[in-house]
């Protein structure tokens, strides 16, 4: 089975927002499972439907491999329709994407969360997160609503960010 190729930054469909999976069928299980193995080629933690182009409101994940984190061995899994329904604290920690390659920055986001959404097989399904697993799930819901970690930047880091990226891609091109 291939992978998918994930969206890079500046790709424009990283800033659609994801439409509600309304068919559970196995071109869905089919997404799924390459989205699955472009997770782990990718040595990600999770992968929103709509960082491979697929415009459909559902993530991924697998924490398995995060030995100190407290929801370790959660995973594989995928959460369809995904809303947060409960928040709670604040923590600031770095955070980095996969379509946004090698940049790493501190983003302000709740602590713990409390998600409802449906199972693979359609099952309605609530998950409770903290640290991690927090951080993933609103990364996650942000792509599928269309904005990116760039979004939850200062001005000031985010116009740095750009700078650093117009340079690095006129250095990649004189190359």
């Known amino acids: 089975m291939s992978y998918l190729e994930i969206l890079k930054y500046p790709n424009a ?3 659609e927002k994801s439409e509600v999976v309304k068919n559970i069928d196995g071109l869905l299980q089919k997404q799924i499972d390459k989205m699955f193995k472009t997770l782990y080629v990718s040595k ?5 439907a709509s960082q491979v182009g697929c415009l459909q409101s559902f993530f991924i994940y697998d ?5 100190d984190e407290p929801n370790h061995g959660s995973g594989p899994i995928v959460i369809l329709n995904p809303e947060i329904v409960e928040t709670e604290g604040e923590e600031i920690a770095d955070e980095g ?3 946004i390659p090698g940049y790493f920055e501190k983003i302000s986001r709740a602590y713990r969360v409390q998600l409802k959404g449906l199972d693979r097989e359609g099952k309605e399904i609530r ?5 991690l697993a927090a951080r993933l799930f609103q990364h ?3 792509h599928l609503s ?6 939850r930047l200062s ?3 985010r116009d740095i960010f750009l700078r650093k990226y117009k340079k690095q891609k006129k250095n990649a091109e004189t190359k």
């Not at 998950?127 to 640290?131: K, N, R, S, Y």
């Not at 269309?146 to 979004?151: A, E, I, K, T």
């Open 97 to 99: 994407c996969l379509s």
């Open 44 to 48: 990600g933690l999770g992968l929103a």
């Open 155 to 157: 001005p000031l880091k």
């Open 140 to 142: 996650e819901i942000d």
């Open 63 to 67: 924490l398995s491999t995060q030995k």
């Open 13 to 15: 469909q990283l800033l």
């Open 146 to 151: 269309g904005v990116l970690m760039l979004s």
């Open 127 to 131: 998950i409770e997160g903290e640290g």
